[in-house]
Each structure stands twice: as structure tokens, then as C-alpha cells.
């Protein structure tokens, strides 16, 4: 039976892991920005676009509103989910700056053949995340 000390310890475990993930892919991010100004510039377009397309779009409100009011009338975790560049800049980070380089070790109950590989069973084996994300046969 889990006591609560355990499950808070285990919580407060998955909130850290999480706080650090996001610092680092953040910080990616921010500094691909920094860097790139082309890629910024493109989000930042298709960031215009968004608003400008929404049925509540009056164009003055660049202008009166202030940046809180302006973000509070048109950005939404829906139509954030329509800013494609941006979500491929994030999945990019994500497979450069990895939060799980590697996977889980894991132990077959009966030989298996994966391609050229043998694995007997009750070998430990683990798939190297990180070397799927810089192959360069599968990523150009």
C-alpha cells in the first residue's frame, strides 16, 4: 500500500522532472529564436495570420488594446493548435534536446529476431532514443 509520504514524494518527483523539461526546451527554443531571426519572424507571421482570421478580428485592436486584453481575446489553446511552424519548431527541440534520451529497459519472455538482432530471452535491452533522433537516414 502507497502511504502518502510516498505518493506526494512521487508527485513532487514527476512536477520537478516536468519544471526542467520545460526550462530546457524552453530556453532551446528562446535561443533558436535569438539566432534565427528568419524563424522567428516566420512564427511571428503566422501568429498575425491567426489573429487576423478570427471571426473577432478588429483591426484597431493591435493598436487600443493592451498586449494582456489582446491575448486574452484571441489566443486559445485551440487556435494555438493551428500554428503549425511553431509546432514544428517545437517538435524539433523536442528531438534535439530530448527529455528521455532513452527508453525504458526491458526484458523478452522468448527469443525474438528484430531485423538483424537476436535477442534471447531474459536479455535486457534498451532503445537508445537519442540515436533514432540523429539518424541521419531517417532525418534530413
Not at 519544471?19 to 512564427?43: M, Y
Request: proline letters at 2%; aromatic letters at 12%; hydrophobic letters at 40%.
Amino acid at each position: 500500500m502507497f502511504t502518502d509520504e510516498f505518493i506526494i514524494d512521487e508527485l513532487m518527483d514527476f512536477f520537478f522532472a516536468a519544471t526542467g523539461t520545460t526550462l530546457l526546451a524552453s530556453t532551446t527554443i528562446v535561443g533558436h529564436f535569438a539566432t534565427t531571426p528568419a524563424s522567428l519572424q516566420r512564427v511571428r507571421d503566422e501568429f498575425r495570420q491567426m489573429c487576423t482570421e478570427s471571426d473577432d478580428w478588429v483591426a484597431t485592436d493591435a493598436s487600443t488594446l493592451s498586449q494582456m486584453e489582446f491575448l486574452k481575446k484571441y489566443v486559445t489553446l485551440t487556435n494555438c493548435q493551428d500554428l503549425t511552424y511553431l509546432d514544428w519548431v517545437t517538435s524539433e527541440t523536442l528531438r534535439f534536446m530530448n527529455p528521455a534520451p532513452n527508453g525504458s529497459s526491458a526484458c523478452l519472455t522468448q527469443d525474438t529476431t528484430i531485423g538483424k538482432y537476436l535477442i534471447k530471452a531474459g536479455d535486457a535491452f534498451q532503445v537508445n532514443i537519442n540515436g533514432l533522433h540523429y539518424n541521419s537516414k531517417e532525418w534530413q
